[in-house]
């Protein structure tokens, strides 16, 4: 756990599970850059279209929820630590 928090790209992780990942980071970071190739990279790698859509919704889920939060100043739990 301690190598993917490091740095996911030097962790060791299966073909999948790192397509996996950087279809995240690219969702995550630039979602207007996501094209259909994203979506095959996960095909590729094995994922089901159901895979592909729970991954999706899973990041985007996220992605919601921390900017609810940040839009409304809610302050971290005590036992998270800022990056």
């Not at 990942?21 to 630039?30: F, G, I, N, R, V």
């Not at 996220?62 to 739990?77: F, H, K, P, T």
Request: aromatic share 8%; proline share 2%.
């Amino acid at each position: 756990m301690a190598a993917i928090e490091e740095d996911w790209r030097t962790a060791g992780l299966s073909d999948q599970r790192a397509a996996m990942l950087a279809y995240a980071e690219k969702l995550t970071s630039h979602p207007g850059d996501m094209v259909e190739t994203d979506v095959e990279a996960l095909r590729s790698a094995g994922f089901s279209d159901r895979d592909v859509l729970d991954i999706c919704e899973v990041v985007s889920y996220y992605a919601y929820a921390n900017r609810i939060v940040d839009g409304l100043g809610v302050a971290l739990e005590s036992w998270i630590s800022e990056p």
